[in-house]
């Protein structure tokens, strides 16, 4: 294959989006500023979302290997370590999405990472190559490097991290702003802690204006800690500043005694501290050939602890996108349009949980106040091709019909995913089904949280399951995203449906309609060229403009 894609950054997003990318047949090369390969930090969570993506790419045995798996967190009160809110995952988890929750040292994800990506292409790492412009246009980009050095490709993408020169130069000049945090982190050999301080495996106390967490990492061999606190006037840049155990045993001295005793095992040669910046959410995404991903297009506060997971999610839509789609630019702008309202919102999550986590009212804090990674619900990706509909969850929608005809699907074989957007009277009924029919890895409900044009550009068939469909302005949205639908014979549906999706428009029949879905998903190139002849059709007919000014009148009817 021909190079076509040029990645800035090695860093975990970058690798990920080039070991995506591979998977999904398009070819890449990673340029990386610095002059050998390596992973500062500690210790990264990878929710299930992330942990999916992974495994997907081949790296579930390497997790599995060098990660813990996360059995149960607790968030505990500062001065008492009264236990506010515990969290039980692992099998439930497992039992609910398929995978773990997993906690590693960053290097060693990094590590395999960049030894997946060499078994590839062993030569499409360029180390020692600091990217300092571009030129952007229409037919590739041009790639200008300290020293004289210029490479050319069809795509760029910025992995360049919070700093990014991709962000600056193509989308925002502005510096990444200084939130008021710093952070410490360290690492402590296991054996220097008794079991109850460090009960349970993860966790973290929350106090006014500070937070302290910790977790296992390298097999348990490791506790990973991570102090922040607010502090206006200190803001030196840089992740790995030498800091002194003592400097972060007196800013937590009034902690409680769990926090204490962390801090007092800490080895001073591990022991770093950093400022956390961050930058007010993009415009654009992208532009003609260039777009951003990871830290270099929402950088997160680490509250959340999704950061990473983000990136990774960017990653494996990203190749998708690029994977499906004929034109660049139309697949990079498929691609901001499915990652940049939930990676956004996720940013904005992870500033609000700070704020809750360090206030004053810690002794108020509790279930009822708690929102975290799984109350926002799981990006489905990496499990194979996405079926998916949006619809409001009532009798009259048949979406019984969708999930007998996906089980059928499953049943022959197929590995693929269900999404489910929309609220309703039968959600619970449904999840039953789900249940009844032993699907829960394989089905998601998103509820009406996340808005339609964000699940619509990231499936490979659009699913109608109701013989009177009401909401004809879904499946031109679906059509004007390049999507092919699968379905019954809908009368307000059908005259918008190119000819070419005829045979797919199937009987009210859930047998029918999975042979519909199975065949499309069977063939990329039909889907391909399906979706082309929607896109078409829906922008040649239709004022695609105005169907997605309708998108929050339209989803609040959905609900």
Not at 55 to 73: E, I, M, P, Q, Y
Not at 275 to 287: I, K, N, S, Y
Request: aromatic share 6%; net charge neutral; glycine share 10%.
């Amino acid at each position: 294959m021909t190079r076509r894609v040029a990645v800035i950054g090695a860093g975990i997003g970058g690798l990920t989006a080039a070991l995506a990318l591979q998977r999904f047949g398009v070819s890449v090369d990673i340029y990386e500023q610095s002059a050998q390969l390596g992973e500062v930090g500690a210790g990264i969570t990878l929710h299930p979302n992330a942990t999916k993506v992974l495994t997907f790419l081949g790296l579930g045995a390497a997790l599995a290997a060098r990660g813990v798996a996360v059995d149960n967190t607790a968030i505990k009160h500062f001065q008492t370590g009264q236990v506010l809110v515990e969290t039980r995952k692992g099998a439930e988890w497992v039992r609910r999405t398929g995978v773990n929750m997993y906690q590693i040292h960053r290097a060693d994800l990094h590590d395999d990472l960049v030894a997946a990506v060499r078994r590839n292409d062993s030569a499409c790492i360029k180390l020692g190559r600091d990217l300092i412009g571009f030129e952007n246009s229409d037919s590739g980009v041009l790639l200008r490097f300290a020293g004289g050095k210029e490479e050319r490709a069809a795509v760029l993408i910025g992995a360049d991290g919070i700093k990014s020169i991709v962000r600056a130069k193509a989308f925002s000049p502005v510096p990444p702003v200084f939130t008021g945090r710093i952070a410490w982190r360290g690492l402590i050999p296991r054996e220097r802690l008794a079991d109850d301080v460090i009960w349970p495996g993860s966790g973290i106390f929350i106090g006014p204006d500070r937070t302290f967490g910790w977790y296992r990492v390298r097999g348990g061999a490791l506790i990973n800690f991570v102090g922040t606190a607010l502090r206006a006037g200190w803001a030196e840049e840089g992740w790995s500043i030498p800091a002194d155990p003592a400097e972060v045993a007196e800013e937590f001295a009034d902690w409680h005694a769990d926090v204490r005793a962390i801090i007092a095992a800490t080895p001073r040669a591990a022991c770093f501290k950093w400022a956390l910046f961050t930058h007010a959410p993009l415009e654009r995404w992208h532009d003609r050939r260039v777009a951003v991903l990871g830290d270099a297009a929402h950088p997160m506060l680490p509250f959340m602890g999704q950061g990473a997971a983000q990136a990774i999610e960017d990653a494996v839509i990203l190749a998708r996108c690029l994977s499906a789609e004929g034109d660049w630019s139309d697949a990079l702008g498929r691609y901001e349009r499915a990652r940049k309202e939930r990676a956004t919102f996720v940013q904005r999550e992870s500033q609000a949980k700070a704020e809750r986590w360090e206030s004053n009212r810690t002794d108020q804090y509790g279930p009822n106040s708690h929102r975290n990674e799984d109350t926002l619900g799981i990006m489905i990706a990496g499990d194979g091709p996405i079926i998916g509909t949006v619809a409001a969850l009532r009798p009259e929608k048949a979406i019984n019909r969708l999930i007998q005809a996906f089980a059928i699907i499953v049943s022959r074989g197929t590995v693929a995913r269900l999404a489910i957007v929309g609220d309703g009277a039968e959600r619970l009924s449904l999840e039953r089904l789900v249940q009844n029919l032993g699907l829960q890895r394989h089905v998601t409900f998103l509820g009406h949280r996340d808005k339609p044009e964000v699940v619509l550009t990231a499936l490979d068939v659009f699913a109608l399951s109701s013989d009177t469909e009401q909401m004809p302005l879904t499946v031109l949205e679906a059509m004007a995203s390049g999507l092919p639908i699968a379905g019954v014979d809908v009368g307000d549906v059908k005259h918008m449906v190119a000819e070419e999706n005829r045979p797919f428009i199937g009987p009210v029949d859930h047998n029918a309609l999975a042979s519909s879905i199975v065949a499309l998903l069977d063939s990329t190139d039909l889907r391909r060229r399906i979706g082309t002849a929607n896109r078409a059709r829906a922008r040649a007919e239709y004022d695609v403009d105005r169907m997605l000014a309708t998108y929050d009148r339209l989803f609040s009817g959905v609900a």
